[in-house]
């Protein structure tokens, strides 16, 4: 093993506070992502629910301004 003894690995012959301040670093900005990731997630998520109802009621009601037309178009068939 390369350490005697877990203290040894913690000092790492007295590289340890930086190394170990590195991996907090690591850690809190992993968590962080996650957090923010999880949160963007759901309110994209929410987002798209709130649009899907808003469209669902306004296909539900008929428009009774719109009318359809059709126009007839002449294809040549030379």
Not at 49 to 54: D, L, V
Not at 61 to 77: L, M, W
Request: hydrophobic residues 45%.
């Amino acid at each position: 093993m390369a350490f005697d003894s877990l203290s040894a690995f913690i000092v790492m012959e007295g590289h340890g506070p930086y190394v170990w301040a590195c991996y907090a670093v690591f850690a809190v900005l992993l968590g962080g992502m996650m957090l923010w990731s999880a949160k963007r997630n759901h309110s994209v998520i929410e987002a798209c629910q709130r649009r899907y109802e808003a469209d669902a009621k306004t296909s539900a009601q008929p428009n009774r301004n719109a009318s359809a037309t059709f126009a007839r178009v002449e294809i040549s068939q030379d």
